[in-house]
């Protein structure tokens, strides 16, 4: 999927605030919630501005909405040093 060329710099965000191991276990533990940030990303992507960010956003809307590229996404920051 084209969003994953984001993964790298999701996870050094979650990382640098410290909230990778938060984040896979609310991803995992309240499986709607992924649903309804990327149903708010939507919402939000015309006041976003900038083509770029809204690329981003889109993406990670995708990826919240998908379980299976979420699925991988936790993999991935857990695994991700």
């Known amino acids: 999927m084209e969003g ?3 993964w790298y710099a ?39 501005g900038t083509s770029d960010n809204s690329q981003r956003y889109s993406a990670l809307a995708k990826m919240l909405e998908s379980n299976i590229e ?4 936790i993999e991935y920051i857990i695994e991700e040093r």
């Open 4 to 6: 994953r060329v984001y």
């Open 10 to 48: 999701w996870a050094q965000f979650l990382q640098r605030w410290g909230l990778k191991n938060l984040t896979a276990s609310i991803f995992t533990s309240f499986s709607a919630l992924p649903v309804l940030l990327a149903q708010a990303l939507y919402l939000l992507q015309p006041l976003i």
């Open 70 to 73: 979420r699925d991988l996404f």
